[in-house]
């Protein structure tokens, strides 16, 4: 999975996208594959995380996720989470719920 999306990111249909458009697209295929293969595993690691991305992948809060787990990486990343914090609060709503 991982060696199919380094090959994705480095292709000619990538190649003008940002970092942080690729990490998004990278985490939402990550996550709906996480989700496909769940099936009936068990454990914390599949009942809690797994869970969760499944549900997230499936919002219109994984961008805003996205945004605020790499916003150290830069200032493009906090500049965006300084100018959309409704949409990181709204996440972080969700969240609670």
Do not use: P
Request: hydrophobic share 40%; proline share 0%; net charge negative.
């Amino acid at each position: 999975m991982l060696s199919m999306l380094t090959a994705a990111n480095i292709s000619d249909e990538n190649k003008e996208k940002s970092s942080q458009e690729l990490f998004y697209e990278n985490t939402e295929t990550i996550f709906a594959m996480l989700d496909e293969m769940k099936g009936g595993k068990k454990g914390f690691w599949w009942g809690l995380y797994v869970d969760f991305y499944a549900i997230l992948v499936n919002t219109e809060h994984l961008e805003a996720y996205c945004y605020y787990i790499t916003q150290s990486n830069g200032e493009t990343e906090m500049k965006w989470v300084e100018e959309h914090a409704d949409k990181v609060d709204d996440f972080f709503r969700w969240v609670q719920e």
